[in-house]
């Protein structure tokens, strides 16, 4: 993801209060001119607000700084977390500007997993590979999800640049209650989605009989989420890839352009059907209406609006929102959480790591900052945030998927919250995690792939008109890139 506003990492308090710009915009300027005026043995991380908060323990009976003490960080080590702006393209802005001018703290940089290799590849970062302990390595290797480790490590050496910190799905969340008043049996939704077609039918059954606005809110604003998540997520289980499929999603300059093959057209079709009903023009019949055409200007907070409020059926969005939704006293148990649903399984699709259940892959990780004169102790810092306890605290206190996703299954509800009941559906998610396709080029291949599925959503282009054009702006980026390159 390239905007929190833009693409769905969104938490919980963000989502409920948006942080103040005037109060952050400057917050990794002054991280970075606090120089000797800190403590010897303090941190500086520049995080988010949430994490600022569960740093101290605000409002909470444990705090992240404890659990890391408990880990075995020295307990003369303190980690100052600094507010950065919330917007992650402003974040990244930022974060870029400090590490050019070489400046220091901030020591550790919370980095979104979308935009972490461009800063890999400039070499502002430090090699995870190099400087931690062997076992730990070893351990974060072995055990995090590698999808997540896809997006931290060094393309060319494969050296790993970034400690995952907490990943991110796309899941559909929905009212069990309301489907299954409209006659439907939801029991394997959980281990084994249903088809889009069986899907839409069920949201549209379930919204007439409960008498409700809408059977389905999503986000398809022309903004990095459409590019990055919610298209991504669609295109894929349809058997459609921007690039050919999974295997050259880090790797622009010499790879095919598939964005108007076949199954990308259908999913977009799809899309169509569900905004303007299958009598529209450029849709699929037996796909029905059941989203407002409002989606087209939704990002996440719009579009989870209606679903918290009880009008709509079936909403997808990220893991934060079951944090409240699934509590006691708002949907409880009738919240429903499943993978996406699909068109084609996997062997039917003719692209590589395509077709099937595909759940976007979002998430943030942690580097060093190479121009840190405090490495020991940041590299101490990072090293006890791979520990469980960390992780599960982080969990408890902001409903972050732990980067060891197995951890889900095993947490208790009662202490994490009402995320833990879905363990087996996170894990489905993150086995079927599909990330965007993060080269150098993606900030402006993401911002075209948006303008031109928006356009074709709306209606203001044809799918075939809207994905042609879309494949010829990716292929002169393409060609831009080898150019570059000397190739």
């Keep these: 993801m390239s905007a929190r506003a833009s693409v769905g990492d969104w938490s919980r308090r963000q989502y409920l209060t948006a942080a103040s710009t005037s109060a952050v915009l400057g917050s990794v300027g002054l991280a970075g001119c606090l120089g000797g005026a800190r403590d010897e043995n303090t941190i500086v991380m520049s995080g988010d607000t949430d994490f600022e908060g569960a740093m101290d323990g605000e409002d909470a009976e444990t705090s992240i700084q404890e659990a890391l003490w408990d880990a075995g960080l020295d307990e003369s080590i303190t980690v100052d977390v600094q507010a950065s702006v919330d917007d992650t393209d402003q974040r990244m802005q930022n974060y870029q500007s400090t590490l050019q001018a070489g400046r220091s703290p901030p020591d550790i940089f919370m980095m979104d997993s979308g935009w972490t290799l461009p800063f890999i590849l400039r070499e502002q970062t430090t090699s995870m590979t190099e400087v931690l302990p062997d076992d730990v390595l ?148 037996g796909y029905p209406q059941i989203a407002p055409s409002t989606i087209v200007q939704w990002t996440e907070e719009e579009s989870l609006g209606p679903f918290a ?38 062997e039917e699709a003719e692209f590589e790591g395509t077709g099937g259940s595909a759940n976007a892959l979002g998430g943030w990780h942690l580097t060093l900052n190479p121009n840190t004169d405090r490495t020991e102790m940041a590299v101490e810092v990072l090293e006890a945030f791979t520990q469980e306890e960390v992780m599960l605290t982080i969990f408890e206190l902001l409903g972050y998927i732990p980067p060891e996703v197995e951890l889900v299954a095993d947490a208790d509800p009662d202490e994490v919250g009402p995320v833990a009941r879905y363990g087996e559906q996170i894990q489905q998610a993150a086995d079927n995690a599909i990330p965007r396709p993060v080269t150098d080029i993606w900030p402006e291949q993401a911002s075209v792939i948006a303008q031109e599925i928006n356009a074709a959503y709306r209606g203001a282009k044809t799918p075939e008109a809207a994905l042609g054009d879309l494949s010829d702006r990716l292929e002169r980026s393409e060609v831009d890139v080898e150019g570059q390159n000397g190739n």
């Design 309 to 346: 409020s009880g009008e709509s059926v079936m909403h997808r969005n990220w893991p934060f929102s079951i944090m409240d939704l699934g509590a006691e006293d708002e949907f409880g148990e009738d919240l429903g959480v499943m993978a996406m649903p699909y068109a084609i399984s996997p």
């Design 138 to 285: 070893s351990r974060v290797e072995n055990d995090y999800l590698e999808a997540s480790l896809e997006t931290a490590r060094h393309p060319v050496t494969g050296d790993l640049h970034a400690i995952p910190l907490f990943p991110d799905f796309g899941l559909m969340q929905y009212r069990r209650d309301l489907v299954e008043d409209a006659g439907y049996d939801t029991s394997e939704w959980d281990t084994d989605p249903p088809t889009w077609q069986e899907f839409a039918e069920a949201a549209a059954d379930a919204r007439d009989e409960a008498g409700i606005e809408y059977g389905f809110t999503t986000q398809a604003a022309a903004y990095e989420g459409l590019a990055c998540c919610t298209f991504n997520e669609v295109m894929t289980t349809w058997g459609g890839a921007y690039f050919g499929g999974t295997e050259t999603l880090f790797e622009a300059g010499d790879r095919p352009i598939t964005v108007d093959s076949e199954p990308v057209l259908e999913s977009v079709r799809m899309m169509r059907s569900f905004i303007f009903g299958d009598d529209a023009s450029d849709t699929l019949d």
